[in-house]
Nanobody
């Protein structure tokens, strides 16, 4: 069983930056072979894909809405995945969720929620205009 805990959310003005963190526990030695993703859910909307990173950190995929503004990264030695968010917009306001895929999951690049096995509780990001 993998537990994921997100942190780093908060209130920021438009144009500002935040860095979200997600720490994994209970994964044994499998964190380093799992794809990790970030998703978000705005009020009244369905949860949507934000970014995903392959287990090695060598490949990433981003939603068009965040491309060029957000960066996903990971530190396998510390079981951490990050989401650096720059040039934030009010439409980025949402609860952000960290997710872990299966070891060496081949479907990671599909950016589909169904490709991820474990989810955190989420962290709120609010961007004021």
């Amino acid at each position: 069983q993998v537990q994921l805990v997100e942190s780093g959310g908060g209130l920021v003005q438009a144009g500002g930056s935040l860095r979200l963190s997600c720490v994994a526990s209970g994964s044994g030695r499998t964190f380093g072979v799992r794809p990790m993703g970030w998703f978000r859910q705005a009020p009244g909307k369905a949860r949507e894909f934000v970014a995903v990173i392959i287990w090695s950190g060598g490949s990433t995929v981003y939603a068009d809405s965040v491309k060029g503004r957000f960066t996903i990264s990971r530190d396998n030695a510390k079981n951490l995945v990050y989401l650096q968010m720059n040039s934030l917009k009010p439409e980025d306001t949402a609860v952000y969720y960290c997710a872990a895929g299966p070891p060496y999951g081949s479907g990671w690049a599909r950016a589909d929620q169904d490709e991820f096995d474990y989810w955190g509780q989420g962290t709120q990001v609010t961007v004021s205009s």
